[in-house]
C-alpha cells in the first residue's frame, strides 16, 4: 500500500564523488540510516577516486538554484546539509537557499561540513573559499563540523590547535565540532564548543588504516539526528557513534582509503 513518507527530508548541497565514497552518495546513505529522506542537491561535479582529487568543476549557479527551488517546493525540509561547495558563488548561492527557507523556519536546522580538502589532499576550494564561508555562511549555520586541517583553513591558522581555531571561530557560529583523526595520537579526540561557551569532547579509539568519506558520513548523520528532533549535544554523539561504526566495519573495493559501510550489512 502507498503511504504518506513520514521520515524527515535532508536537503543536501553537496558535490558528486564518482568513487561513491563521500559527498552526495555518504549523504545519502548516512541519511537513510537515521531514517532521514535525502533530497540531494548537485553543486559541483568531481574526479577522483579512493585516493584523491585531481579535478573539479562547479555547477552553474542557475541550475543549483532550480534543483534547490524544484525540492522546496515539493518536499517539507526538516534540515539542511551543506558539503563541497567549490566557489565563493556557490557560497552565496547556499546563503540564498538557507535565508529562504528560513523566512518560513527560522529554527531550520543547518550543517556545514566546510569541505576544502580531499583526505588526499587534493584541494577543493581556495582561501577565498574558506574566506567566504567562514564571513557568510557559518553565522547561518547551527553547526559547522570541519576537520582540524580545516578549522586552520578557515581560521588562518596553519598551526593552531583546536582549542586556538575554536577560539576565533565561535564568534562566527552557534556550535561548533572540530573532528580530529588527523594527528598521531593513539585516541581521535572531537571536540564540540557550544554558543553558551561550554565544551563537550568525545574520543573514541583510533582504527586502523585511512578512510575516504569520513566527514560527509558523520556530518549527515548529524544532519539526520537534528531532522529527527534530537538535541544538540545528544545529536553529535550519536553521528560520532554511527560515523565509527562505519569506520570499523568499512571495506576496501578500490587502490586507496578505505569506504565507511554506512548502511546495514543485511541490504546487501
Avoid at 67 to 73: G, L, M, R, T
Avoid at 89 to 115: F, H, K, N, S
Avoid at 145 to 151: D, G, V
Amino acid at each position: 500500500m502507498n503511504m504518506p513518507s513520514s521520515r524527515p527530508v535532508v536537503l543536501c548541497l553537496s558535490g558528486h564523488d564518482p568513487s561513491g565514497g563521500a559527498g552526495l552518495q555518504a549523504d545519502i546513505e548516512a541519511l537513510l540510516a537515521q531514517g532521514c529522506h535525502a533530497a540531494p542537491t548537485v553543486t559541483a561535479l568531481t574526479v577522483q577516486d579512493t585516493r584523491n582529487v585531481s579535478a573539479f568543476r562547479v555547477l552553474d549557479r542557475d541550475w543549483v538554484l532550480a534543483q534547490a527551488h524544484a525540492v522546496i517546493a515539493d518536499l517539507p525540509i526538516a534540515a539542511i546539509k551543506l558539503g563541497m561547495l567549490g566557489s565563493t558563488e556557490m557560497v552565496e548561492t547556499a546563503r540564498q537557499i538557507i535565508q529562504q527557507l528560513r523566512e518560513q523556519q527560522p529554527d531550520l536546522p543547518v550543517v556545514c561540513d566546510p569541505v576544502l580538502r580531499a583526505g588526499g589532499g587534493g584541494t577543493l576550494g581556495g582561501d577565498d573559499v574558506a574566506g567566504a564561508m567562514r564571513e557568510r555562511l557559518l553565522p547561518l549555520a547551527t553547526i559547522a563540523t570541519p576537520n582540524l586541517p580545516e578549522a586552520r583553513i578557515l581560521a588562518g591558522l596553519p598551526e593552531g590547535s583546536a582549542d586556538e581555531c575554536a577560539a576565533l571561530l565561535r564568534a562566527y557560529c552557534q556550535h561548533l565540532l572540530i573532528t580530529g583523526g588527523h594527528g598521531d595520537e593513539c585516541d581521535i579526540h572531537n571536540r564540540l564548543y557550544c554558543q553558551d561557551g561550554s565544551q563537550h569532547d568525545f574520543t573514541c579509539v583510533r582504527l586502523p588504516g585511512s578512510y575516504h568519506g569520513s566527514g560527509c558520513t558523520m556530518a549527515s548523520a548529524l544532519a539526520g539526528r537534528l531532522a529527527q528532533g534530537e538535541g544538540l549535544v545528544s545529536a553529535v554523539r550519536t553521528a560520532l557513534d554511527y560515523c565509527w561504526r562505519t569506520l570499523r566495519d568499512a571495506e576496501q573495493p578500490g587502490h586507496g582509503q578505505y569506504l565507511p559501510r554506512r548502511l546495514p550489512l543485511e541490504l546487501f
